[in-house]
């Protein structure tokens, strides 16, 4: 049997029960007709999903990847691969400062 596993967004990792990458999404998995699989979806910046899938005939099965809170936002994981600290490193200087 093929299952086609979809993600929205597509590019989600899928994983099996023992953390073994199978793909990406879209990814059609073959599976014995009567045969049961766990699989996991996983993005960067979303929350995994985890699915049953059953093979008891051709299906699509599409899951939906909710963004993760938690998870920094691409702008705030640049700068943080850049070294950032979140303080300005920008200085005003005052030209009439005699010190």
Known sequence: MTV???SIPSGAE???ARAAR?????FELVLPAGSARH???QKAGFRPVERRV???GDTTIAVRLDADARAPRPRERAAR???ATGVSS???IDPFDDR
Do not use: C, H, K, Y
């Open 22 to 26: 199978l793909g990406v999404t879209p």
């Open 81 to 83: 691969a850049r070294g």
């Open 39 to 41: 699989v996991r979806f």
């Open 14 to 16: 899928i994983l099996d």
């Open 90 to 92: 920008s200085a005003t």
């Open 4 to 6: 086609e596993l979809q």
């Open 54 to 56: 059953d093979a008891v």
